[in-house]
């Protein structure tokens, strides 16, 4: 009886094989994705064929024609479709880099708020979550542009803040660093006190851990970080850097650096809507930290902020790394609401070129690889820390 | 966790590579679809199920194909502007008014002889050139240049309506005259037109530098400029004028005495159905003929007596100017003129002395023999 049961165990036909099935399963899918794409890909072809529209990217080495209105990198209409494409993913980068970082600020600090026993901070926190949550992001975009930065005073009432700072509808004037001849020679200056006070820091702190003795390594390490920096700065006749002052020209203020007020409406709406999914996602990992943690952190007689910092957020982290993540994502991709707002993103430029070269499929596929590789780089890296942070569990 | 970036890149470069090898296009006609037997197959007269499915191919669309769409869906679908004043915008009653709108009413009138049977579908700018590529609308009538280019890529541009030229709005306070003396000024442009390039070309041209800032919503650009963003603001002079109409003080702007570009502002089809290009061709050349002959919403009855053989051919009364060529009805021209009237009263009805939108003088728009530009083919 149990030699019949193995053998017919050994024996099972292949239909019932589970590899086989997985395998064919595999395949199947395999078959209906790749069938799909075929299909979208060959109509697109054959549609774009039967009304005569070009697939080719040689347009892109065309000069563009259109102007721009802010570009990191030097730019003018001369200048190729390509370049002007360019010109919009620096942009693209520069709103969502900033906002990332600005944006994990503010939702950290709301999330801790948010947690804080003192009412009033607390319910602040709530408001502020659950009203930006609540809005849609075009929403706040047109009214930080449209309600807030437009409103300010036009450029020649500009309002004047100390040290030759200009705000007004036009923007943020600032002055701006110009290098010298001397600027290099500091700058390695700098360099070298930066190490030597790291040096002297761990050293000093290593002396004081053996030997119990005060050895005032912060303060020695400071001293060196400020004194030699401060040292080549005023000795060598020549100062390293000198600042290039807005002035106010026929029309607008000319030098300077200036922070457009559509980059500004653009980075404080990406800021403020993300911030609050973000302290949302913090104040997850937060409560996923066990209580006891807490109160044996405090036993220890560790201070507040020592708690969070030292025992709180190093176990959060592993809960809020991955829906972080997804949240970076979303801001990288929402950028592309600029559009709406006048500022000079990377599907504007897009859909600008779709309209003036009238290249409208091959400059999608360009704009959607571009943001889909942006994500995945930035979900590849964020993986990568992940992992590190991750419970080794043995 | 990371196979899945690492494989969506592959199948992303994958595709890219696909579309590149794909990219030098050669034939343009689709062989599949071409015969498309069901449809000629089966007899108009009995409801077939497998005709349906031709249609849905992508070939072009055969001559009369675009016609017959339209009288079959029974309303034109028309692409219009639905912000600029006295061109194409909406009225107090929610109803689409303007110069532009009303040569889509025309249109339908001709078909339908119902000028209500239009569908109207808002479009930015930018969207005019992907709209009549893609043939999702029948006609665009949004104040658009007509450009070489455009022709060659967009569509068919059908007949000048309206001929502009590009200009320049400043603050009256500001004082300026030329275009030199607004070296470094902050300019409001709309984004995707041919007002973007010809400003950018026109500074260029001059050594001259300024900052643009440029939104795709017609009202953002003006709103920002009235609210002081930018120093100047640039477009055709009537999207100009219509502009500073609206404004809450129009007196505080002035639009300078110059003249950027050619801008002959042309209603267009999407390309490939000469026939439909012709019928709404037609209908404008009746608009500027009914003019010419003294024929307007009025006096349109009464003129069917008229002893003019033109009046008399242009209403259908006698002869033909190719009505059935073109598979429309013989006294379609009347029935236009009827329901929106000819193309001075168009003109007059929005921007004449009286006009609902503004006042503009009809300069280079006075028809050919009063000094004008406004010439159409004769209808015989």
């Not at chain 2, 009505?323 to 004449?352: C, K, T």
Request: charged share 15%; aromatic share 8%; glycine share 8%.
């Amino acid at each position: 009886m149990s030699q019949r049961a193995q053998s017919a165990g050994t024996t099972i036909p292949f239909w019932r094989d589970e590899r086989v099935i997985k395998g064919v399963a595999q395949v199947i899918s395999a078959i209906v994705v790749i069938g799909a794409l075929a299909f979208f890909v060959g109509n697109v072809i054959r549609a774009a064929n039967a009304r005569g529209l070009g697939l080719g990217y040689g347009f892109l080495r065309d000069a563009s024609g259109m102007p721009l209105g802010e570009s990191v990198i030097p730019y003018d209409p001369s200048k190729s479709y390509a370049y002007a494409f360019l010109v919009g993913i620096l942009n693209t980068l520069k709103a969502a880099l900033l906002g990332i970082v600005l944006a994990t600020i503010l939702g950290t600090v709301t999330a801790v708020a948010r947690l804080s026993s003192n009412w009033l901070v607390s319910k602040i926190a709530s408001v502020y979550i659950e009203i930006i949550r609540n809005v849609p992001l075009l929403v706040q975009l047109f009214v930080w542009y449209f309600a807030v930065f437009q409103k300010l005073p036009p450029v020649r009432e500009s309002i004047q803040l100390p040290g030759s700072v200009y705000l007004s509808q036009r923007g943020l004037y600032i002055p701006r660093p110009v290098p010298m001849s001397t600027f290099w020679t500091w700058l390695l200056l700098t360099a070298i006190a930066m190490v030597l006070a790291i040096v002297l820091y761990t050293t000093l702190t290593r002396y004081r851990l053996q030997t119990g003795r005060t050895t005032y390594a912060e303060l020695v390490a400071a001293a060196v970080l400020v004194l030699i920096p401060l040292a080549g700065w005023f000795l060598p006749g020549e100062r390293p850097l000198t600042l290039e002052l807005p002035e106010m020209g026929r029309f607008n203020f000319s030098g300077g650096l200036r922070l457009t007020p559509e980059y500004a409406a653009m980075v404080t709406g990406l800021v403020v809507y993300t911030g609050a999914f973000i302290a949302e996602v913090v104040r997850a990992g937060i409560l996923a930290v066990d209580r006891g943690q807490f109160e044996a952190a405090r036993a220890m007689g560790l201070k507040n902020i020592q708690v969070l910092r030292l025992v709180v957020f190093p176990q959060a982290m592993r809960v809020i790394i991955p829906p972080l993540i997804s949240q970076y994502l979303n801001l990288t991709k929402n950028s592309s609401l600029a559009v709406g707002i006048g500022y000079v993103d990377l599907f504007y430029v897009g859909r600008t070129i779709i309209n003036q070269a009238g290249q409208a499929v091959p400059v999608f596929v360009m704009v959607m690889a571009t943001y889909l590789l942006m994500s995945l780089i930035t979900s590849i890296i964020l993986n990568i820390y992940n992992r590190r942070i991750q419970l080794v569990e043995r | 966790m990371n196979r899945i970036p690492a494989l969506s890149l592959v199948v992303l470069l994958i595709l890219g590579m696909a579309l590149s090898a794909c990219a030098p296009a050669q034939p343009t006609e689709c062989p599949e679809c071409t015969p498309c037997p069901e449809a000629t197959a089966c007899p108009e007269a009995t409801p077939c199920p497998e005709a349906t499915e031709c249609p849905a191919c992508p070939v072009i669309p055969a001559r009369g194909e675009r016609l017959q769409t339209v009288i079959s869906r029974g309303r034109l679908v028309c692409g219009v502007h639905t912000e600029l004043l006295g061109f194409g915008y909406i009225d107090a009653n929610g109803r689409n008014v303007g110069f532009d709108v009303d040569l889509c009413r025309a249109v339908a009138a001709a078909i339908f002889n119902d000028p209500e049977a239009v569908e109207f579908v808002p479009i930015t700018a930018a969207e005019r050139g992907p709209a009549l590529q893609t043939g999702e609308v029948d006609m665009v009538a949004r104040n658009m240049t007509w450009t070489s280019s455009r022709e060659a890529q967009w569509g068919n541009f059908t007949t000048i309506m309206f001929y502009d030229g590009q200009g320049i709005m400043v603050r009256a306070d500001l004082g300026v005259t030329t275009i030199e003396e607004l070296d470094g000024a902050t300019i409001c442009v709309t984004t995707g037109t041919t007002t973007e390039l010809n400003l950018a070309d026109a500074f260029r041209s001059r050594g001259l530098s300024f900052t643009p800032v440029t939104f795709e919503q017609t009202s953002a650009v003006y709103s920002a400029y009235e609210e002081g963003r930018c120093d100047a603001a640039t477009s055709d002079k009537s999207q100009l004028a219509a502009v500073r109409a609206g404004f809450a003080n129009p007196a505080d702007h002035v639009i300078l005495d110059i003249t950027l570009s050619k801008e002959p502002l042309t209603p267009a089809v999407p390309a490939g159905d000469d026939q439909w290009m012709d019928v709404v061709r037609t209908v404008m050349w009746v608009l500027i003929n009914a003019e010419e002959l003294g024929v307007n919403s009025q006096n349109v009855d009464a003129m069917m007596s008229s002893e003019n053989p033109e009046v008399r051919r242009l209403l259908g009364v006698e002869g033909s100017f190719g009505q059935s060529d073109l598979g429309l009805s013989n006294d379609f021209a009347a029935n236009v003129i009827r329901a929106v009237g000819n193309y001075g009263e168009i003109y007059d009805r929005y921007m004449g002395p009286n006009g609902l939108a503004f006042t503009l003088d009809r300069g280079m728009n006075r028809l050919w023999r009063d000094g004008g530009l406004i010439y159409a083919p004769p209808l015989r």
